[in-house]
Structure formats: structure tokens, C-alpha cells
């Protein structure tokens, strides 16, 4: 009969593992792997029987006796009584080795034996807590975490491109997604219920009429008028959608390369970060917020201080809160490598000037955003840093053959929504891409 009470048993400092109970002794060092253990079994039991061995190391260590192999092991000839209180013990049956409820006083013989942890085999105190972790993990995943108070979602109209025909498509096609994908937004905003919402635009609402492609006057189907009119009414459409699921309201817009005013030459005729298309539709959207939408904010770059192709905002009024940054990125140069790369070098050298600006209330430069968006590049990019992530939206148009030839790259349009907690170590918690 062999004891099968289980022995808790914990390293101490040192990794060598000491333990004491009654008749049962075990040392384990867990740096060579290597220990011994002593047991006090009733005279009966045959040593040569291999299962005797594997009881033992079942009482010691539990469930992961597999883990453990006997090396050497030896059969004291001495005797002595031994005393049982009522306990679970093995007995050796016709069927085998099978648990059972005993009590009495039997003669007893010591067992002793070298272990080692078989190779390949993790520690049991290792096992255990991995164990633990699992289990605990698991738990944790039932109950859906919410950030009600901290939590900002984030929706990407990038690259609209109104007016824009592309591959026998037009205008019309281009609407059926815009607006199926904004219903899909409102349906995630409906179910996270974010205390604020950032509706990013980072430029290119408009495709324009002329100064970008040899042909390009042929290739739009809206004029200026009807492409501008059209932009402030998917802008306030969204934000009706969006105004219902939140306590305040974000509209955030970049001037860009689509909405710079430019001669067939493809100069530009007035300021291209200052007067722009994107900047315009953000002027009519803050004509129409007192009426419509009073907890709205509007985000466009300073008039006269800071970087004027940036727009920003913050994910909140508290004390923890950051600052996000809204970009075209047509403004930026930089050698060869990704678009998020160039996107990447061009951010820390704003760092790298950091020192040389003035700060103050009026205007905001690049290194002072925590989370950096960009458009332009019609496709999916994620790069992060320490404590700074940088973002490419995918196109919301219908797609790009511009993108696609110079870059090989063929990436599917869509909306990118995004929510950004101040608790989350990476600030981004959740992603998503409105595709169809």
C-alpha cells in the first residue's frame, strides 16, 4: 500500500526544494534538474514492480509525475512498524493498482530513489502556473472588458475622392459603399457606447476637377460644386449617425493634395496648406454644428501657430489624456522604403527639431501627438513605437490604380475605425476595416 495524500511541494530561494512529512522525504534542485525521495511503504509491496516507483512519484508530485523518471532506486532491509490513520491508500489488485479507504497499523520498509526531470519536460512549479494562467485567462475573456469612461472610437473617411471614376465605376458605386460602411460604423459605435467620437478626415474628400492627371478633367463625373456640396453632406450624414452613441463629438480635417486649388500645370495657385478644399468643408461643418450637433468640436490646424497640415484633438478632458494627430502625408518627403516608414522618419525628425519651436497655447507640431494619422497612401499601415503609434487609413474611394502600379501593392478600400483608451498600454485597443 502506498500513500496517496498529496505533498504541496515549493521551491525555497535558492531553487532547491527541501520538504519533510512524516515518513516522506524529498529534495529537488531545480537548476540541475536532478533530487531524490524517501517513502515509507508497508513490507508487502514488491520493488521490482515499475508502478511502485511511478506511485511514488505520483504522490510527490501529483499529476505531473510523467514529467519525473526514477534513476536509481533501493529498498531499505530494515523494518518498523507504521502507523496509518484513516487515508486514501493504492492497493495491488488482480485488475491492477487501485485506490482505497484504510486504516491500521502495518510493517513498514523504506524506499528511497535519485530522480530527474525527464528531458523536454517543463518544471512542475513552471506547468503549474502556466496552468493557472491559462485558467485565469480564460475567466477573464468571459467578462467583456468596457472603457465607458476613457474610451474614444475613432472613424477614417480617408481618401473619398468624390467625383472619381475608376475601372467602369463612378460616383454612384462609390456612395453604395461610403454609406454601407458608415452603417456598419454606427452599428459598432451603437455596441461599444464610447464616452467620445472622432469622425478623421485626412484629406482627399474630393477628387477635383483639374491639376492632378494629364486627362483628369475627362475622368470625374461631378464638378467642383456638386463635390464640395456632396463632401459637407457625407461629413454631416456620418456625424448623424455617429452623435446619437456618445457625449461629445469630434470632427477632425487635413488639407491635402486633392483639395489644394491648382492650375492644368498642376502648380498650385493659392496657399495649399491653408486654403483647401478638406479645410472648407470643415468651415461649413462648424456653420451647421450649433444648430445640429452643440457638443461637436472642431479640429483643423492652427491659422497662424504650429504645423498647418495638421489637425488634432484629445482623447479627453482628464489628466491623462493625449493628443492625436490627423495628416494627409503628401507633405512628406523621404527615402524610398514603405510609405510607413517614410511616414515613420519623417515623425522623428519632427522630434529631432522639437527642441527649436516655440510652445505655446496657439498651434500644435507633430512630436506632440501620441497617436499620428495619415491618409494619402491608399492602404492599411500600422507602425508603433514606445510610446507612439503611427497609422495609414485605407482608401474609402474605389480603390487605386495609382497605388497599385507604383507600389505593386494592391490593398482594398475601406473604413477604418479604430478606439483609443488612455488606460491601454498601446492606447489603440481595438481595429477595425469596414470593407464592403
Not at 507504521?82 to 491492477?96: C, L, N, P, R
Not at 488639407?255 to 495657385?269: D, I
Not at 470643415?282 to 492652427?302: Q, S
Not at 502625408?329 to 522604403?337: A, L, P
Request: with cysteine; aromatic share 8%; net charge negative.
Amino acid at each position: 500500500m502506498i500513500s496517496l495524500e498529496p505533498d504541496d511541494l515549493n521551491p525555497d530561494e535558492s531553487g532547491e526544494l527541501d520538504r519533510k512529512a512524516g515518513a516522506k522525504e524529498v529534495t529537488f534542485n531545480h537548476e540541475t534538474n536532478t533530487g531524490k525521495v524517501s517513502f515509507d511503504a508497508p513490507t508487502h509491496i514488491d520493488p521490482d514492480d515499475d508502478d511502485v516507483w511511478m506511485w511514488i512519484l505520483r504522490d510527490f508530485f501529483g499529476e505531473y509525475a510523467d514529467s519525473y523518471e526514477v534513476v536509481e532506486g533501493t529498498v531499505g532491509i530494515g523494518m518498523h512498524e507504521g502507523y496509518f490513520v484513516e487515508h486514501d491508500v493504492a492497493v495491488k489488485t488482480e485488475k491492477g493498482w487501485e485506490k482505497q479507504r484504510m486504516s491500521g497499523i502495518a510493517q513498514m520498509r523504506r524506499y528511497s530513489a535519485k530522480i530527474r526531470r525527464r528531458a523536454g519536460s517543463l518544471p512542475r512549479l513552471v506547468r503549474k502556473d502556466l496552468d493557472e494562467a491559462i485558467a485565469s485567462a480564460k475567466k477573464a475573456a468571459t467578462t467583456r472588458r468596457k472603457y465607458h469612461e476613457t474610451n474614444l472610437l475613432v472613424v477614417n473617411i480617408a481618401d473619398l475622392q468624390l467625383g472619381k471614376t475608376q475601372k467602369g465605376m463612378g460616383t454612384k458605386e462609390n456612395l453604395e459603399r461610403i454609406y454601407s460602411r458608415m452603417e456598419q460604423a454606427a452599428e459598432w459605435a451603437a455596441e461599444l457606447k464610447p464616452r467620445r467620437i472622432a469622425l478623421v478626415n485626412p484629406g482627399d474628400l474630393v477628387e477635383a476637377c483639374d491639376g492632378f492627371y494629364p486627362t483628369q478633367t475627362y475622368e470625374v463625373d461631378l464638378n467642383n460644386r456638386e463635390q464640395m456640396r456632396l463632401a459637407v453632406q457625407i461629413v454631416a450624414d456620418h456625424l448623424a449617425a455617429l452623435s446619437p452613441h456618445c457625449e461629445e463629438l469630434v470632427f477632425a480635417t487635413a488639407p491635402s493634395n486633392h483639395g489644394e486649388y491648382r492650375t492644368g500645370t498642376a502648380k498650385t495657385v493659392t496657399d495649399p496648406a491653408r486654403d483647401n478644399r478638406d479645410l472648407l468643408v470643415g468651415d461649413m461643418i462648424a456653420e451647421l454644428a450649433p444648430h445640429r450637433w452643440p457638443h461637436l468640436e472642431i479640429a483643423l490646424p492652427h491659422e497662424t501657430g504650429g504645423d498647418p497640415y495638421l489637425a488634432s484633438f484629445q482623447t479627453s478632458d482628464g489628466p491623462d489624456a493625449r493628443r492625436i494627430g490627423v495628416i494627409h502625408g503628401h507633405q512628406v518627403r523621404g527615402s524610398g522604403g514603405a510609405p510607413i516608414i517614410k511616414l515613420a522618419q519623417w515623425w522623428a525628425q519632427n522630434f529631432m527639431s522639437d527642441f527649436n519651436r516655440p510652445r505655446g497655447a496657439e498651434g500644435v507640431y507633430p512630436e506632440e501627438c501620441h497617436v499620428m494619422i495619415a491618409g494619402h497612401f491608399h492602404h492599411m499601415g500600422y507602425h508603433c513605437g514606445k510610446s507612439r503609434i503611427l497609422i495609414t487609413a485605407p482608401a474609402s474611394d474605389l480603390g487605386s490604380e495609382w497605388f497599385e502600379t507604383s507600389t505593386g501593392i494592391a490593398n482594398p478600400a475601406g473604413l477604418l475605425c479604430f478606439t483609443v483608451d488612455e488606460q491601454h498600454p498601446n492606447l489603440v485597443d481595438q481595429m477595425r476595416v469596414f470593407a464592403s
